[in-house]
């Protein structure tokens, strides 16, 4: 580093300059700053780089835990019975009930509902779609339905609801 001595101008060149120095020349004392640290604004920068990081980080961590938490989708439909009725043909139809339930935050419309009727190795017999008693359901909120199939339960083994395309 380079000082100068006020009075007579004399220059000298020292690596680590003392807080005041006597000059050689003109015995005057003088007061030397050293000079500012450069590596200030890039402690602050990477700081600020460190801190946005941290940032994205927990939006992406919180983001995939609400997705993973509600992968499912925001309403659940459930079925809490089935049971059989005749027709006034003779003809045995089932009866299914259940629930749709919001498990969000938000309010949801409720789309169709789907009723699929599957055989003994899995394959769908048939797929009944219906419109649910409710159009909107609060955060929470729960809709009852009661549907009577028009397939016959001849070969029907297993039932269960779907949800309509929630995007449409």
Known sequence: MKIVC???KTEYSVANPPSSVRCAICGHVFGVMNPPRRGGWLVFFAATVALIAAIVFAFVVITHY?????SRGPL???I???SQETDDFGVKHFVISG????ISDDIYGVPDLVIVSRDGDGNVVARQKFLPSATLLDSGGRTEFRHTLSV??????KITVELGDLTK
């Open 76 to 78: 659940v439909a459930t």
């Open 66 to 70: 609400r997705a993973n938490d509600s």
């Open 152 to 157: 016959p339960v001849a070969g029907v083994k």
């Open 99 to 102: 629930s749709v339930v919001n």
């Open 6 to 8: 006020d009075i007579c």
């Open 80 to 82: 809490s019975d089935i």
